[in-house]
Protein backbone atom coordinates (compact mmCIF):
# COMPACT_ATOMS: atom_id res chain seq x y z
CA UNK A 1 0.00 0.00 0.00
CA UNK A 2 1.06 3.71 -0.42
CA UNK A 3 2.87 5.53 2.09
CA UNK A 4 2.26 8.86 0.33
CA UNK A 5 0.92 11.90 1.62
CA UNK A 6 -1.90 13.71 0.50
CA UNK A 7 -2.19 15.44 -2.69
CA UNK A 8 -2.50 19.25 -3.65
CA UNK A 9 -2.32 20.88 -6.66
CA UNK A 10 -1.37 24.95 -7.22
CA UNK A 11 -1.17 26.87 -9.60
CA UNK A 12 2.84 28.83 -10.36
CA UNK A 13 2.79 31.73 -12.31
CA UNK A 14 6.36 32.78 -14.44
CA UNK A 15 5.05 36.32 -15.30
CA UNK A 16 6.81 38.49 -17.47
CA UNK A 17 7.48 42.10 -18.62
CA UNK A 18 10.22 44.32 -20.20
CA UNK A 19 11.21 47.76 -18.80
CA UNK A 20 13.57 49.80 -20.80
CA UNK A 21 15.96 46.52 -21.83
CA UNK A 22 15.04 44.74 -18.75
CA UNK A 23 13.72 41.28 -18.78
CA UNK A 24 11.78 41.17 -15.50
CA UNK A 25 10.30 38.70 -13.26
CA UNK A 26 7.55 38.80 -10.87
CA UNK A 27 8.18 37.27 -7.41
CA UNK A 28 7.21 37.05 -4.05
CA UNK A 29 7.70 36.33 -0.30
CA UNK A 30 6.12 33.50 1.67
CA UNK A 31 3.92 34.87 4.63
CA UNK A 32 4.30 32.08 7.58
CA UNK A 33 0.71 33.66 9.20
CA UNK A 34 -1.39 32.76 6.54
CA UNK A 35 -1.14 29.06 5.55
CA UNK A 36 -3.36 29.70 2.58
CA UNK A 37 -0.89 31.84 0.67
CA UNK A 38 2.51 29.94 0.79
CA UNK A 39 3.16 26.85 -1.46
CA UNK A 40 2.69 23.77 1.17
CA UNK A 41 6.64 23.28 0.29
CA UNK A 42 7.87 26.56 1.04
CA UNK A 43 10.59 26.58 3.60
CA UNK A 44 10.01 29.67 5.41
CA UNK A 45 13.00 30.95 4.40
CA UNK A 46 13.45 34.39 2.70
CA UNK A 47 14.21 33.10 -0.88
CA UNK A 48 12.52 33.89 -3.87
CA UNK A 49 9.23 32.08 -5.01
CA UNK A 50 6.86 32.58 -8.11
CA UNK A 51 3.45 33.41 -7.51
CA UNK A 52 1.63 30.61 -6.05
CA UNK A 53 -2.17 29.92 -5.21
CA UNK A 54 -3.95 27.05 -4.36
CA UNK A 55 -6.07 25.64 -6.56
CA UNK A 56 -9.91 26.28 -5.57
CA UNK A 57 -12.05 23.71 -7.50
CA UNK A 58 -15.10 24.39 -6.55
CA UNK A 59 -14.52 28.22 -7.21
CA UNK A 60 -13.68 28.58 -11.20
CA UNK A 61 -14.28 26.97 -14.17
CA UNK A 62 -11.10 26.73 -15.32
CA UNK A 63 -7.39 26.69 -13.59
CA UNK A 64 -6.87 29.76 -16.21
CA UNK A 65 -9.07 31.58 -14.41
CA UNK A 66 -8.42 30.92 -10.95
CA UNK A 67 -4.73 31.29 -11.88
CA UNK A 68 -6.12 34.98 -12.92
CA UNK A 69 -8.45 35.55 -9.75
CA UNK A 70 -5.21 34.74 -6.71
CA UNK A 71 -2.94 37.06 -9.31
CA UNK A 72 -5.38 39.90 -9.01
CA UNK A 73 -6.00 39.25 -5.36
CA UNK A 74 -2.62 39.10 -3.83
CA UNK A 75 -0.15 41.19 -6.93
CA UNK A 76 -2.65 43.60 -7.90
CA UNK A 77 -2.20 42.22 -11.62
CA UNK A 78 -4.22 41.87 -14.44
CA UNK A 79 -3.28 39.40 -16.31
CA UNK A 80 -2.99 39.56 -20.68
CA UNK A 81 -1.21 36.76 -22.45
CA UNK A 82 -1.36 33.42 -20.04
CA UNK A 83 -0.56 30.02 -21.63
CA UNK A 84 -0.13 26.91 -19.63
CA UNK A 85 3.81 26.01 -19.29
CA UNK A 86 4.48 22.44 -17.49
CA UNK A 87 3.05 20.59 -14.36
CA UNK A 88 5.61 19.66 -11.82
CA UNK A 89 5.25 16.79 -9.60
CA UNK A 90 8.03 15.20 -8.46
CA UNK A 91 7.94 13.69 -5.35
CA UNK A 92 11.19 15.50 -3.99
CA UNK A 93 10.77 19.06 -4.55
CA UNK A 94 11.40 20.16 -0.67
CA UNK A 95 14.94 20.24 0.29
CA UNK A 96 15.67 19.63 3.67
CA UNK A 97 12.14 17.93 4.08
CA UNK A 98 11.32 13.94 4.19
CA UNK A 99 8.77 13.51 1.80
CA UNK A 100 6.67 11.31 3.85
CA UNK A 101 5.97 14.64 6.17
CA UNK A 102 4.81 16.94 3.20
CA UNK A 103 1.74 16.77 0.54
CA UNK A 104 2.24 15.47 -2.97
CA UNK A 105 2.44 18.93 -4.54
CA UNK A 106 1.23 18.81 -8.28
CA UNK A 107 2.53 22.82 -9.45
CA UNK A 108 1.02 23.21 -13.03
CA UNK A 109 2.60 26.62 -14.45
CA UNK A 110 1.75 29.36 -16.39
CA UNK A 111 3.77 31.88 -18.72
CA UNK A 112 1.90 35.41 -18.07
CA UNK A 113 3.16 38.23 -20.13
CA UNK A 114 2.17 41.89 -18.64
CA UNK A 115 3.26 45.77 -19.10
CA UNK A 116 4.90 46.14 -15.90
CA UNK A 117 3.04 48.16 -12.78
CA UNK A 118 3.34 48.64 -9.43
CA UNK A 119 2.29 45.29 -7.90
CA UNK A 120 0.24 45.45 -4.41
CA UNK A 121 -1.85 43.06 -2.63
CA UNK A 122 -0.88 40.33 0.32
CA UNK A 123 1.70 38.82 -1.63
CA UNK A 124 4.63 41.46 -0.88
CA UNK A 125 5.25 41.27 -5.03
CA UNK A 126 8.87 42.59 -6.24
CA UNK A 127 10.07 42.49 -10.03
CA UNK A 128 13.12 41.37 -10.57
CA UNK A 129 15.84 41.09 -13.70
CA UNK A 130 15.57 37.16 -15.12
CA UNK A 131 19.25 37.90 -15.51
CA UNK A 132 19.46 38.38 -11.53
CA UNK A 133 18.98 34.26 -11.82
CA UNK A 134 20.61 33.50 -15.19
CA UNK A 135 23.74 35.74 -15.61
CA UNK A 136 25.48 33.05 -18.08
CA UNK A 137 21.95 33.56 -20.34
CA UNK A 138 22.88 37.39 -21.05
CA UNK A 139 24.72 37.45 -24.49
CA UNK A 140 24.29 41.32 -25.42
CA UNK A 141 27.52 42.41 -24.40
CA UNK A 142 29.14 39.29 -26.23
CA UNK A 143 30.22 36.19 -23.77
CA UNK A 144 29.35 36.72 -20.41
CA UNK A 145 32.59 36.62 -18.21
CA UNK A 146 30.80 34.26 -15.87
CA UNK A 147 30.94 31.09 -18.56
CA UNK A 148 34.71 32.21 -19.87
CA UNK A 149 36.08 31.91 -15.64
CA UNK A 150 33.81 29.64 -13.45
CA UNK A 151 31.29 27.53 -15.76
CA UNK A 152 33.27 26.23 -19.14
CA UNK A 153 36.61 25.67 -16.92
CA UNK A 154 34.36 23.33 -14.07
CA UNK A 155 32.41 21.46 -17.06
CA UNK A 156 35.93 20.61 -18.63
CA UNK A 157 37.03 19.19 -15.38
CA UNK A 158 33.42 17.01 -14.85
CA UNK A 159 34.01 15.99 -18.07
CA UNK A 160 37.61 14.81 -17.38
CA UNK A 161 36.19 12.73 -14.24
CA UNK A 162 33.90 10.77 -16.27
CA UNK A 163 33.95 6.96 -15.56
CA UNK A 164 34.75 5.83 -18.91
CA UNK A 165 35.31 7.03 -22.47
CA UNK A 166 31.45 6.51 -23.33
CA UNK A 167 30.39 9.11 -20.40
CA UNK A 168 33.15 10.79 -21.30
CA UNK A 169 31.44 11.75 -24.61
CA UNK A 170 28.78 11.62 -23.53
CA UNK A 171 29.02 14.89 -21.26
CA UNK A 172 31.29 16.72 -23.54
CA UNK A 173 28.57 17.15 -26.05
CA UNK A 174 25.54 17.98 -23.61
CA UNK A 175 28.44 20.97 -22.34
CA UNK A 176 29.44 21.60 -25.78
CA UNK A 177 25.58 22.08 -27.02
CA UNK A 178 24.67 23.53 -23.92
CA UNK A 179 27.03 26.36 -23.71
CA UNK A 180 28.28 27.04 -26.89
CA UNK A 181 31.60 25.50 -26.64
CA UNK A 182 34.10 23.91 -28.43
CA UNK A 183 32.76 25.53 -31.70
CA UNK A 184 28.61 24.90 -31.38
CA UNK A 185 26.80 27.57 -31.51
CA UNK A 186 25.06 29.33 -28.75
CA UNK A 187 21.15 28.20 -28.78
CA UNK A 188 19.45 30.95 -26.57
CA UNK A 189 16.73 28.57 -25.95
CA UNK A 190 18.65 25.55 -23.88
CA UNK A 191 17.68 27.78 -20.82
CA UNK A 192 16.11 24.85 -19.03
CA UNK A 193 18.88 22.28 -20.21
CA UNK A 194 21.84 24.39 -19.27
CA UNK A 195 20.59 25.42 -15.58
CA UNK A 196 19.89 21.08 -14.85
CA UNK A 197 23.77 20.55 -16.36
CA UNK A 198 24.76 23.35 -13.85
CA UNK A 199 22.41 21.56 -11.24
CA UNK A 200 24.01 18.20 -12.13
CA UNK A 201 27.42 19.37 -11.99
CA UNK A 202 26.72 21.39 -8.44
CA UNK A 203 27.28 24.61 -9.70
CA UNK A 204 23.89 26.16 -8.72
CA UNK A 205 23.19 26.82 -5.09
CA UNK A 206 19.60 24.55 -5.19
CA UNK A 207 22.53 21.56 -6.07
CA UNK A 208 24.18 22.19 -2.88
CA UNK A 209 21.38 23.11 -0.62
CA UNK A 210 19.47 19.52 -1.50
CA UNK A 211 22.55 17.92 -1.18
CA UNK A 212 22.62 18.90 2.41
CA UNK A 213 26.30 19.84 1.03
CA UNK A 214 25.80 23.66 2.39
CA UNK A 215 22.09 23.53 4.20
CA UNK A 216 22.94 27.42 5.35
CA UNK A 217 22.34 28.83 1.84
CA UNK A 218 21.51 32.47 1.26
CA UNK A 219 20.89 34.17 -1.75
CA UNK A 220 23.72 32.29 -3.66
CA UNK A 221 26.25 32.86 -5.55
CA UNK A 222 25.76 35.99 -7.45
CA UNK A 223 28.19 35.02 -10.20
CA UNK A 224 25.84 31.49 -10.41
CA UNK A 225 22.48 33.57 -10.16
CA UNK A 226 20.66 34.47 -7.19
CA UNK A 227 18.89 31.00 -5.82
CA UNK A 228 15.00 30.37 -5.22
CA UNK A 229 13.30 28.08 -3.05
CA UNK A 230 12.21 24.80 -3.64
CA UNK A 231 12.71 24.19 -7.75
CA UNK A 232 11.29 27.69 -8.96
CA UNK A 233 14.46 28.80 -10.51
CA UNK A 234 14.07 25.23 -12.69
CA UNK A 235 10.18 26.01 -13.33
CA UNK A 236 11.09 30.10 -13.95
CA UNK A 237 14.22 28.13 -16.41
CA UNK A 238 11.54 26.53 -18.42
CA UNK A 239 9.47 29.47 -19.06
CA UNK A 240 12.50 31.72 -20.18
CA UNK A 241 13.15 29.12 -22.12
CA UNK A 242 9.65 29.09 -23.71
CA UNK A 243 9.17 32.73 -24.01
CA UNK A 244 12.41 33.02 -26.36
CA UNK A 245 11.04 29.77 -28.05
CA UNK A 246 7.97 31.31 -29.10
CA UNK A 247 9.78 34.74 -30.14
CA UNK A 248 10.00 32.71 -33.68
CA UNK A 249 6.64 31.63 -34.55
CA UNK A 250 3.89 33.52 -32.22
CA UNK A 251 3.97 37.52 -31.79
CA UNK A 252 4.17 37.40 -28.27
CA UNK A 253 6.27 40.06 -27.73
CA UNK A 254 3.52 42.80 -28.54
CA UNK A 255 2.12 41.48 -25.45
CA UNK A 256 4.70 43.41 -23.48
CA UNK A 257 4.62 46.87 -25.45
CA UNK A 258 2.66 49.92 -25.65
CA UNK A 259 -0.21 50.65 -28.22
CA UNK A 260 2.55 52.18 -30.10
CA UNK A 261 5.99 52.02 -30.06
CA UNK A 262 9.17 52.69 -32.09
CA UNK A 263 10.93 49.89 -34.29
CA UNK A 264 14.30 50.57 -32.17
CA UNK A 265 12.11 49.99 -29.12
CA UNK A 266 10.57 46.55 -30.42
CA UNK A 267 14.02 45.55 -31.19
CA UNK A 268 15.51 46.27 -27.93
CA UNK A 269 12.93 44.53 -26.27
CA UNK A 270 13.21 41.22 -28.54
CA UNK A 271 17.25 41.59 -27.50
CA UNK A 272 16.22 41.78 -23.77
CA UNK A 273 14.30 38.42 -23.43
CA UNK A 274 16.36 36.59 -26.42
CA UNK A 275 19.82 37.77 -24.31
CA UNK A 276 21.57 38.96 -27.93
CA UNK A 277 22.25 41.58 -29.84
CA UNK A 278 20.35 41.79 -33.03
CA UNK A 279 21.46 43.45 -36.50
CA UNK A 280 19.30 46.85 -37.13
CA UNK A 281 18.71 46.42 -40.60
CA UNK A 282 18.02 42.96 -40.85
CA UNK A 283 15.84 43.16 -37.65
CA UNK A 284 14.24 45.72 -39.60
CA UNK A 285 13.63 43.56 -42.97
CA UNK A 286 12.72 40.80 -41.33
CA UNK A 287 9.61 42.90 -39.60
CA UNK A 288 8.48 44.15 -42.35
CA UNK A 289 8.35 41.08 -44.44
CA UNK A 290 6.47 39.49 -42.09
CA UNK A 291 3.89 42.12 -42.09
CA UNK A 292 3.65 42.34 -38.23
CA UNK A 293 3.54 46.50 -37.79
CA UNK A 294 1.69 48.89 -39.24
CA UNK A 295 3.24 52.68 -39.51
CA UNK A 296 0.62 55.31 -37.52
CA UNK A 297 1.72 58.78 -39.06
CA UNK A 298 2.72 59.76 -35.69
CA UNK A 299 6.12 60.83 -34.53
CA UNK A 300 8.38 59.77 -31.22
CA UNK A 301 10.18 62.70 -30.16
CA UNK A 302 11.11 61.08 -26.76
CA UNK A 303 13.71 59.23 -28.66
CA UNK A 304 16.92 62.08 -27.83
CA UNK A 305 17.26 62.73 -31.21
CA UNK A 306 15.64 62.90 -34.67
CA UNK A 307 11.80 62.06 -34.13
CA UNK A 308 11.38 58.55 -35.18
CA UNK A 309 7.92 56.91 -36.38
CA UNK A 310 5.49 55.35 -34.15
CA UNK A 311 4.46 51.57 -35.41
CA UNK A 312 1.47 49.21 -34.38
CA UNK A 313 1.25 45.16 -34.22
CA UNK A 314 -1.26 44.51 -37.11
CA UNK A 315 -3.50 41.92 -35.62
CA UNK A 316 -4.85 41.20 -39.07
CA UNK A 317 -1.45 38.90 -39.64
CA UNK A 318 -2.87 36.66 -36.98
CA UNK A 319 -5.72 35.51 -39.56
CA UNK A 320 -2.83 35.51 -42.43
CA UNK A 321 -0.44 33.57 -41.13
CA UNK A 322 0.04 30.25 -38.97
CA UNK A 323 2.51 31.60 -37.10
CA UNK A 324 3.49 35.33 -37.59
CA UNK A 325 6.64 35.07 -35.68
CA UNK A 326 9.79 37.74 -35.54
CA UNK A 327 11.80 34.68 -36.90
CA UNK A 328 15.19 35.77 -35.12
CA UNK A 329 17.66 37.01 -37.37
CA UNK A 330 21.60 36.19 -36.74
CA UNK A 331 22.82 38.63 -34.16
CA UNK A 332 25.06 41.84 -35.03
Same mark, same amino acid.
Given at each position: ? #? ?18 ? #? ?14 ? &? ?9 ? !????? $? ?16 ? @? ?22 ? &? ?9 ? *? ?12 ? /? ?19 ? &? ?9 ? $?? !? %? @???? =?? *?????? %? ?13 ? #?????? @? ?8 ? +? ?5 ? #? ?17 GRAMDMDHRRILATGLGRMRGKLRYRP??? +? ?20 ? =? ?11 ? &? ?6 ? %???? =??? /? ?10 EVLRERRAPGLGLPPGR
Open positions: M #STDPSIVVGLNAVIVAVTKE #SPRILTISGDSSDPSF &GDPLWSGGDLD !LLPYG $PLDPGANRTLELSLRGWV @RERTGLELGYVEQLYTFGDRERAP &GRRWRDVPRVI *SVAYLALVREDQPS /GSARARWRDWYTYFPWEDWRD &GEPQVIRETIA $PT !L %E @RWVG =RA *SDTAVE %EERRERTSISFGLEG #SEWDPD @RVLERYELLY +EVGLVTE #SRRDSGVNSAYAEGDPLLVVF +ELLPETFTLLRLQRVVEALAGV =RLHKQNFRRLVGR &GGLVEGTG %ELDS =RTG /GRPAELFRFRR
